[in-house]
Every structure is written in structure tokens, then in C-alpha cells.
């Protein structure tokens, strides 16, 4: 089984930037499709962005295109998203996922592997 840690979550303005980090190990990290989901508080987990085995296909939600991107370095065994023009509504856990081979689809349920999450808090 893959284990996922996160990193570089914290506290931002309206308008900056963010950078997560995800480190994987266990498992091969080439055989995984990668990728971010958020929850806010009171809130459903929601798909955030995904990227394949690898990297010559992404996919985001609505609510970040253009703003997230998504990317990974399978000789590091890392995946990234860089968050910019962040806004109050981005405040949420963000949780880096995985799943064997290909890219499951945006509900949580079809997604194998979980981290921990990190908490990324935007103030107005």
C-alpha cells in the first residue's frame, strides 16, 4: 500500500500563492494516478485537480482552472499543487490522493489511497 504525507499548508492572503507538496511511499510511484481533494468545514470532500501516471494528462475542477496546477516528479516520488489568487473560499483540509494505474474519476469513493491532509487557510 502506498503512504501519502502532505506538506506546505499554513496561513495566505487573498491573492497569494501556496505550494503543497505530497510525498509518496510503499509502492511504485509510476503505477499511480495522483491528485488533491479539499473539505472545508461543514463540507463534502470535493475533487481539487488530477494527473496521470505520467504527467500528459491533467484535470481540474471548475472552481481552480487556471488559478492550481498540478504536477509530479516520479523520480522523487512527489506531487505538487501550486495554488495562486487564492481566495477565501480555498480555505479547506486538502488531502493528496492515489489511485492504481489511472485516474478514477472526481468522486472521493473511486479514489484508493488517502493522506493525512493539510489545512490551508485563506484570509479575506
Known amino acids: 500500500q502506498v503512504q501519502l504525507v502532505e506538506s506546505g499548508g499554513g496561513l495566505a492572503q487573498t491573492g497569494e500563492s501556496l505550494r503543497l507538496s505530497c510525498a509518496a511511499s510503499?509502492?511504485?510511484?509510476?503505477?499511480?494516478?495522483m491528485g488533491w481533494f479539499r473539505q472545508a468545514p461543514g463540507k463534502e470532500r470535493e475533487f481539487v485537480a488530477a494527473?496521470?501516471?505520467?504527467?500528459?494528462?491533467?484535470t481540474y475542477a471548475d472552481s481552480v482552472q487556471a488559478r492550481f496546477t498540478i504536477s509530479r516528479d516520479n523520480a522523487k516520488n512527489t506531487v505538487d499543487l501550486q495554488m495562486n489568487s487564492l481566495k477565501p473560499e480555498d480555505t479547506a483540509v486538502y488531502f493528496c490522493?492515489?489511485?492504481?494505474?489511472?485516474?478514477?474519476?472526481?468522486?472521493?469513493?473511486?479514489?484508493?489511497?488517502w493522506g493525512q491532509g493539510t489545512q490551508v487557510t485563506v484570509s479575506s
Open positions: 490522493v492515489a489511485n492504481v494505474d489511472i485516474i478514477p474519476g472526481r468522486s472521493a469513493a473511486f479514489w484508493d489511497h
Open positions: 510503499g509502492r511504485t510511484f509510476i503505477n499511480y494516478a
Open positions: 494527473i496521470n501516471r505520467y504527467s500528459d494528462a491533467t
